[in-house]
Structures are given as structure tokens and as C-alpha cells.
């Protein structure tokens, strides 16, 4: 099936909004028109150099990620979104002057793997706008009305789930075709797990919590844990994700103590929300340490978090570590 079957079957049932509908093939579009720039990389200039600007978390702009917020912006007008929240602006970005939705985007996770042809993605978050959209931005995850994100890799992937629906389908763009059609398979994260991804170059910056937890893990069969892990660390946040969701795993970003990282380095609004809705969606944690990620409430658009989310037993194992 393909994907605006999908949503139109899920608007038939009920479990689907005819804005939601509207914006998740807006993306979709935009989606395409990112791979195609992607798959064109480095022919006619280098889309992964900076730009010399920088957002406002600080972080150096990329080519990409600029023209790939253009193109999700032109794909979302006429789609029931009245402001765009990106990651590469200080404000919300009008969009529409009518629609129930807001929608949150980092247009272009895992810069630094552009010019390196690993797989890079754009997440999203939906909101709802609500009667005063302005004075709405800053909503706790839990209010979110839909979530997903798409990986530009080997494959372009869409996973995405609705608060109305129960269910996480996972699509691919049929490059022959151009549209995403459905992938087999049911997405649930196991409790259990013999994976994890960290950036363990910065161990010794992490806090008690983790490092004590990081020990236990190392000790492998001999240790308190009982068995032996794997490591995997791609560096852009939507491919590790997309790896746990598709097959298990624990993904953590914790705070340390470098300096501008005490509260971790994945944003709230655009990273650590979206993935938090489908983990909890698909049976497994999304924790910042103390409680879940989707119970904080924003103080700006632009917060950080420690995000910890994936298989339920290892999501609970750091939380009371960090008790
Ligand atoms: P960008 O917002 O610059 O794309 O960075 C986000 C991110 O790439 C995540 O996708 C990833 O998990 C993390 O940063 C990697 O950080 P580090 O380089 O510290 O391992």
C-alpha cells in the first residue's frame, strides 16, 4: 500500500485527521525533494560545507540544512500548519493563516555525515495549534497529535505514528515509482536488549549515573548484567533510531558535565519529543534520566535534554541509577 492509501484508509477509520493527512504527505513531497539533493551530492557542489551562518543553538549551518528547511517550508503551505518550529530558526516560522496544526522540524539531523554518505534524516513532530497558535509553541510531548522521521541512507525510510492510531507503519521510497510504499514487519522494541549507542568518547565527562550503568554493561557475561553487548554509534541521531526501531536497542544522549552539554545536546522540541512518542508508541522508554521526556515542558524552543529511550528494561536500569 502506499502511503497516502494509508493515511486515507486511517482517515476513513477515524484514526487520522484531515490536516494530519495533509501535512505527513506535505513532508513526504519535501522528503523526496531532500533525497533527490542527497543522491546529488558532491556532483554539482558540496551540499555538507558550511555556510558560514549559524543557528540559533550555535550549531554551523550546512548547506543542506537550509535548503532542506526551503523545501519543507514551500511543501507545508496550503496544509493545515500554521507555523513551522524549526531547529535552524530562533522563532516560529508562519505558515498558513488557517490549520489546526504546528509542526516542528529538524529539517536536517546529522549534519557532520553529509559530505560523508551516511545516512542523515529530517524529524517531525505535530502539535496541536490550538485557538491562540502564537502562545502555543512551547507544549509538553505528550500533547503531540503525530511523530516520525525520515532517513536519507541506503533507503529513504519513513516511520511515523499517530496519537489516534495504534499503529507505527514503516515505508520506503520505491525509487522506481517515486512514492513510499509500505514495509513489511510490526515495529515493537523489545525490553531487552544486547545493543547500545553512546558516544563513549565522552566518558569520563559523564555523570555518576551513566558511568555506572556504562560499567555494568562493559563487564559483559561476568558482570551483574549477565550477558554481552554490542556498540553502534552512527552520529546522526535518525539512523540510530531507525535501527532500534526496527530491531531493538538503547540509545543514549546523556547530559555531561563539557561545558554547554550539562543538559545534554539532543533538543527537546525537534529530536528527543518525536522519538520519545514512537518509543513509548512501540513499547519501549523514553526517559531523560528521571521521568519520561514527554511529561517536561519546554521553557524555550530551543531546550536540550538527556535522552535515554529504547529497550523498556535498560530505559528503567538508568532511571534508577539516576534515583
Ligand atoms: P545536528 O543537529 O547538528 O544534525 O546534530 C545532531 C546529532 O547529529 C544527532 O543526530 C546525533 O545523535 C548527535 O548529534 C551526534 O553527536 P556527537 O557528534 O556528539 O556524537
Keep these: 500500500m502506499n502511503l497516502t492509501a494509508?493515511?486515507?484508509?486511517?482517515?476513513?477509520a477515524g484514526e487520522a485527521e484531515a490536516d494530519q493527512v495533509s501535512v505527513i504527505l506535505g513532508l513526504a513531497d519535501a522528503a523526496i525533494k531532500i533525497t533527490h539533493l542527497v543522491h546529488r551530492n558532491g556532483i554539482a557542489a558540496d551540499l555538507g560545507s558550511d555556510i558560514g551562518g549559524t543557528n540559533s543553538d550555535g550549531d554551523s549551518q550546512k548547506a543542506l540544512d537550509v535548503r532542506a528547511e526551503e523545501i519543507i517550508g514551500a511543501s507545508l503551505l496550503g496544509r493545515g500548519a500554521v507555523y513551522l518550529l524549526s531547529e535552524e530558526q530562533d522563532d516560529p516560522v508562519p505558515l498558513n493563516d488557517?490549520?489546526?496544526?504546528?509542526?516542528?522540524?529538524?529539517?536536517?539531523?546529522?549534519?557532520?555525515?553529509?559530505?560523508?554518505?551516511?545516512?542523515?534524516?529530517?524529524?517531525?513532530?505535530?502539535?496541536?495549534?490550538?485557538?491562540?497558535?502564537?502562545?502555543?509553541?512551547?507544549?509538553p510531548g505528550r500533547n503531540q497529535l503525530g511523530a516520525g522521521f525520515f532517513t536519507y541512507g541506503p533507503q529513504t525510510t519513513l516511520i511515523f505514528a499517530l496519537a489516534g492510531s495504534e499503529d507505527i507503519p514503516c515505508f520506503v521510497l520505491d525509487p522506481d515509482q517515486g512514492e513510499f510504499v509500505e514495509m513489511q514487519g510490526e515495529v515493537r522494541i523489545p525490553a531487552a536488549t544486547k545493543e547500545f549507542a553512546i558516544n563513549s568518547a565522552y566518558a569520563n565527562h559523564w555523570y555518576p549515573p551513566v558511568q555506572r550503568w556504562m560499567s555494568d554493561v562493559l563487564q559483559g557475561e561476568s558482570g551483574p548484567l549477565g550477558k554481552s553487548y554490542r556498540m553502534r554509534w552512527v552520529?546522526?541521531?535518525?539512523?540510530?533510531?531507525?535501527?532500534?526501531?526496527?530491531?531493538?536497542?538503547?540509545?543514549?544522549?546523556?547530559?555531561?558535565?563539557?561545558?554547554?552539554?550539562?543538559?545534554?545536546?539532543?533538543?527537546?522540541?525537534?529530536?528527543?519529543?518525536?522519538?520519545?512518542?514512537?518509543?513509548?508508541?512501540?513499547?519501549?522508554?523514553?526517559?531523560?534520566?528521571?521521568?519520561?521526556?514527554?511529561?517536561?515542558?519546554?521553557?524555550?524552543?530551543?531546550?536540550?535534554?538527556?535522552?535515554?529511550?529504547?529497550?523498556?528494561?535498560?530505559?528503567?536500569?538508568l532511571e534508577k541509577e539516576h534515583q
Excluded: C
Design 98 to 139: 488557517e490549520g489546526s496544526l504546528l509542526v516542528a522540524v529538524d529539517p536536517l539531523d546529522g549534519s557532520s555525515n553529509i559530505s560523508v554518505n551516511v545516512t542523515i534524516g529530517t524529524i517531525f513532530s505535530l502539535l496541536p495549534a490550538g485557538e491562540r497558535p502564537a502562545e502555543n509553541t512551547l507544549q
Design 6 to 12: 494509508y493515511l486515507q484508509a486511517k482517515a476513513r
Design 235 to 317: 552520529g546522526s541521531l535518525v539512523a540510530d533510531a531507525w535501527r532500534i526501531f526496527r530491531r531493538g536497542g538503547i540509545f543514549l544522549y546523556p547530559g555531561d558535565s563539557r561545558p554547554g552539554n550539562e543538559t545534554g545536546r539532543l533538543r527537546l522540541v525537534y529530536e528527543a519529543n518525536p522519538m520519545a512518542f514512537l518509543a513509548e508508541k512501540a513499547g519501549g522508554g523514553a526517559s531523560h534520566g528521571k521521568g519520561s521526556v514527554l511529561d517536561l515542558v519546554p521553557d524555550h524552543l530551543h531546550q536540550r535534554v538527556p535522552l535515554i529511550f529504547g529497550a523498556k528494561e535498560e530505559v528503567d536500569r
